[in-house]
């Protein structure tokens, strides 16, 4: 049997354009990453006010918070024709210091359809997406961050509802081991904020998930715009200061 072959000058010339959309579209891929907290306006004891989080803390001192779990139920949420993104994590550290250790999930609104990873992130290094880690709405995930010593942590984080289950150890220099959390972010794409997804209200806590031990919290963090303008809300915590829900108000 015969079959069709190009020139190969043709041949050539159709791999390299090819090999060139791959590189164009490899530059324009963003970077997305999870960040510390950025602070914004005065906040009281108990209420803080944050450009890119909301949700509650617990902040230490330096050096004695060494462990954290959290639990939350994913989100369902609804996209327009506009990029947005929202992530949902635990971790240490990043309320008042500059690393983070911390996994979750995350939601990208493209083309009007949501997209659904989980990831870890050791910053200031960018968040790694874990594949072929089933994430979907209404999925229970329980995290579970661990300092092991000499710097290095240890994050587990579980699909509870598909029994599914990531493992991964990272090395972070200077981390105050300060804080505790469990939030819910717009991130930083490209080194800008994003617009935030609507994800309508978001649920975190043994309460809600029915995973014991998880998001015991003090401190209240709700996300605002520079303005001002309130973009997600927490509630209060739950009598025994476990759990808590964060509504979605606006985009940015």
């Not at 090819?18 to 306006?41: C, Q």
Request: net charge negative; charged share 10%.
């Amino acid at each position: 049997m015969i079959r069709d072959r190009l020139p190969p000058i043709l041949v050539m010339l159709t791999l390299t354009g090819v090999a060139m959309a791959i590189t164009i579209h490899a530059l324009v891929m963003p970077t997305l990453m999870m960040h510390p907290m950025i602070k914004h306006g005065t906040g009281y004891a108990s209420t803080v006010y944050s450009l890119n989080w909301a949700g509650y803390a617990v902040p230490a001192q330096e050096g004695t918070m060494t462990s954290v779990a959290g639990s939350f139920i994913v989100p369902s949420v609804t996209c327009t024709r506009q990029t947005t993104y929202v992530a949902l994590w635990a971790g240490l550290d990043g309320y008042n210091d500059s690393t983070v250790e911390q996994a979750g999930i995350a939601v990208e609104c493209s083309g009007g359809k949501p997209i659904y990873w989980a990831w870890y992130e050791f910053y200031p290094s960018p968040s790694v997406e874990i594949k072929g880690f089933t994430v979907k709405p209404g999925d229970v995930i329980y995290v579970n961050v661990t300092y092991l010593g000499n710097g290095e942590f240890q994050v587990i984080i579980k699909d509870v509802t598909e029994n599914e289950a990531y493992t991964v150890t990272g090395n972070v220099s200077n981390a105050l081991l300060s804080s505790a959390e469990c939030i819910l972010e717009r991130p930083t794409v490209n080194g800008q904020l994003t617009a935030l997804a609507n994800f309508g209200t978001a649920y975190f806590g043994q309460d809600y998930t029915d995973v014991m031990g998880t998001c015991y919290a003090t401190v209240e963090i709700v996300m605002t715009a520079n303005n001002g303008k309130v973009l997600a809300q927490p509630s209060s915590l739950t009598s025994d200061g476990s759990s808590f829900t964060v509504a979605y108000v606006n985009d940015r």
